[in-house]
Each structure stands twice: as C-alpha cells, then as structure tokens.
C-alpha cells in the first residue's frame, strides 16, 4: 500500500547558526559547561562526542534558536552534505557550529521523530541531497530545499511500527560496536603487555612480505554499491581496523590474483590527511559471504613468510602507537604522506616468549573472531536496513510483511 504524502517543511523547524555568529576554532575551550558540536564530530555513522567542542555561555546565550533539545536531528548542509545525526539526551547544554541544520518535529503527536530521522537515512534523502547539489561549485543544502520535499506520512500506529523494526537493526550494529570497541581495548592492553614484556625485537621481514595492490582505472571505480569492494585508504579506521563506510566499487571484470580473503591482514600505505592518521595502520579483510575484496596499489597484502607470529599478534602491531609513529617518522611527501613495503618491513617488531605468544596469542585470536562475527553481522544489517528502510517509508511492503 502506498502512503499519501506531505511536503515535510511544513511539520519541520528548521535552524542553523547564523553566519555572523560563526566560531573559529581558537575561541574553542579545552572545557566548560557548554558545548558544542561541529562538522568533525557530525560524521557519517552519527555524532562523535569525543570531538565535540567547548564554548563560553556567551557563545552559547548568543544563539538560543540553536540550542539543542532531545530528539533533535542534526543534518550537515556545508562540507560533506547530508551527514546525521540524532540527540537522544543531553548532559550539558549544546549548540551547533555553522554548517549544521537543527531539525525539530513539530506535529509529535502526527509524526513519530524517529521515523523523521530514519527517513533522512534513506537513499531517498541522499538522492534527493545529490540532486540538489549536483554540479554545485561549493555544494551547499538550504533550509528552502526542505520546504518542498515530498514525505511519506502513514498512520501513526503504522509509523510507531515501522520504527520499531528499524530502530531494533540500529540498535544491534550499536550493540555490536559497542562490543568490538571494549574488546579492542583489551586486545591493545594485552598486545601492550607482551610487547613490553618480550626479550628481543626483529625486523618485520623475517616473518612477512608484502604485496602491492593493483592500479584499477577510475573509468571503473564507482560510488554505487555493486558487491565488489575496492579498498583504499579511506577504509583504514583512526588506529587501525576496517570501515566499510568509505568503500569504493570496482565495475568491470577484476583481476582474481587481487582478491582479498576474509581475515587478510592489509596495510594501508598512503594518507590523504596532514597529520597521517591512518599511515601504516594495519585492518583484517571483513568477513562476508556476499561480498569480494579487491585492494587498490595504494594498500598492500601482508604475507606470512613462516607460521613463527600469528596474524593477531602481526595486526595488533600494525595498530601499535609505537609502530604507526615509525612508520609516520619516516613516510614521504607533505600534503600526502607514502610509505612503502621497505619501510614497514624494517621495522622491528617485539618477540614475546613461546609461552606468552601461545598463551596470550589465543585469546587475541579469539578477540579478533569476535570482532570479525560483529563486524560481518554489521555488514548485513546495514544491507538488510538499506534495503527495507525505503520499502517501508513508501509502504512498498508492510510491517507484517517485513517481519524477520
């Protein structure tokens, strides 16, 4: 059954900082008791309140229009366009910097806010995002470009419902974060234990090599998601570990010598960024039947000379602070940072006792199989969540219909 529409700017408060109130970084607190979120820390998997800011309550006082309340919807409208997030409380008082849209839910008793907020998750939103803004010089979303916007609008009861099946999908992948989060924390103070610990150091070329990625032409390189995966150094995570949140596509027949299998242990060898984040962080290829894998030259494919380390113990070094400021030292280059196989495999990695190695290297085994069933649990419920989530919004398929 197909819903009626609404123009959504109509249900909508919609505000952003005005821009002669804008903030610059230096009047930035290291604390107080008011806060701030910017574009760092809207992201594209919500809001990241570790890299949220602090102002002064004359900042704060200055733009009551943005002040923050529960069940806001942040959504990014400069820089990179559509990002969002969701304020499900609030523990101190909070605003927003320019080039963020707060969205509030007037008609709370005709529209559910959740179901606002999972509509601006669906590929509708973002195609309507893309359409707005494509062939823009400075991509830009305005608050007309709300007004207008066609939005499904069901029963209530029926609204109630289909957020309660989408919102029990985000749940688990937070859940599922959440576990993978405290279990790496462990894994790096045990792998930290061991280094500390071990009584000699070796050159990482006495138990590996490593292999360059292929140089895939950008005339095959797509954006849409088609199953194959092209990673790049985009897919490498702050600290090491995979994202699949910045995955590139590979369109055209693929080189078979370059597919990845789940569980390889990949080397990112090129960052974009100033400060090199991610420069020679080690990830393990995801595991999932669904996808394949390619990697891309600018990764390189970690190869176990003999069986002497483990591949945990292997990767929790590549994620090593102490490794990725090495690897940092001696990278090329200025705006973009390289580094190479020959650099990565002269660097010395501690040799823990067997006994320690076998006791401690089992659990960062079972640590990483963990985090693996986590992170491939994750990679179906967002494609089970991309899939249903405009089915239900349209009322192409039904609450009963999508009950699993």
């Not at 790096?188 to 292929?214: E, Q, R, V």
């Not at 393990?284 to 113990?313: A, C, K, M």
């Not at 067997?354 to 085994?365: F, H, S």
């Amino acid at each position: 059954m197909k819903f009626n529409t609404v123009k959504l700017g109509e249900y909508l408060y919609i505000k952003g900082r005005i821009g002669w109130k804008g903030l610059k970084k230096k009047e930035y607190l290291d604390k107080s008791d008011f806060r701030i979120i910017n574009g760092e820390s809207l992201t594209e998997n919500g809001i990241d309140w570790n890299k949220a800011g602090y102002i002064s309550k004359e900042r704060y006082d200055e733009s009551p229009e943005i002040m923050l309340q529960p069940d806001d919807i942040l959504i990014s409208k400069d820089g990179t366009i559509g990002k969002i997030g969701y304020i499900d409380s609030l523990n101190i008082p909070t605003t927003v910097a320019s080039g963020i849209f707060v969205i509030r839910n007037q008609k709370p008793e005709i529209i559910n806010t959740r179901f606002i907020y999972h509509f601006f998750c669906s590929k509708y939103f973002k195609n309507f995002i893309t359409m707005r803004t494509e062939g823009s010089v400075i991509p830009h979303l305005y608050q007309k470009d709300f007004v207008d916007l066609d939005f499904p609008l069901p029963e209530l009861s029926v609204q109630d419902k289909i957020v309660g099946i989408l919102d029990a999908i985000c749940n688990k992948i937070d859940l599922n974060k959440s576990i993978n989060e405290n279990l790496e924390q462990q894994a790096t103070a045990i792998f930290s234990d061991l280094a500390k610990n071990s009584p000699s150091k070796k050159p990482l070329s006495d138990f590996i090599k490593i292999k360059h990625g292929y140089a895939f032409k950008g005339d095959y390189i797509s954006t849409e998601d088609n199953g194959i995966v092209l990673v790049t150094p985009g897919n490498f995570c702050i600290g090491g570990g995979f994202k699949e949140s910045k995955c590139k596509y590979f369109i055209a027949e693929y080189p078979e010598d370059y597919v990845l299998q789940p569980d390889s242990l990949i080397v990112t060898m090129t960052d974009l960024s100033k400060e090199a984040d991610t420069l020679g962080f080690g990830a393990l290829v995801p595991r999932s039947s669904e996808r394949v894998y390619l990697h891309n030259q600018r990764i390189g494919l970690v190869e176990p000379l003999n069986d002497e380390l483990p591949i945990s113990f292997l990767y929790w070094y590549m994620r090593s602070y102490e490794y990725h400021m090495k690897i940092v030292g001696s990278a090329s280059g200025s705006t973009v940072k390289h580094t190479s196989p020959g650099r990565i495999l002269e660097q010395l990695i501690p040799i823990p006792k067997k006994e320690d190695l076998l006791k401690y290297g089992a659990v960062l085994d079972a640590i990483d199989n963990i985090v693996s069933r986590n992170n491939a649990e994750n990679i179906y419920l967002q494609s089970l969540r991309e899939v249903l989530l405009p089915k239900l919004m349209s009322g192409e398929i039904t609450v009963d219909d999508a009950v699993f």
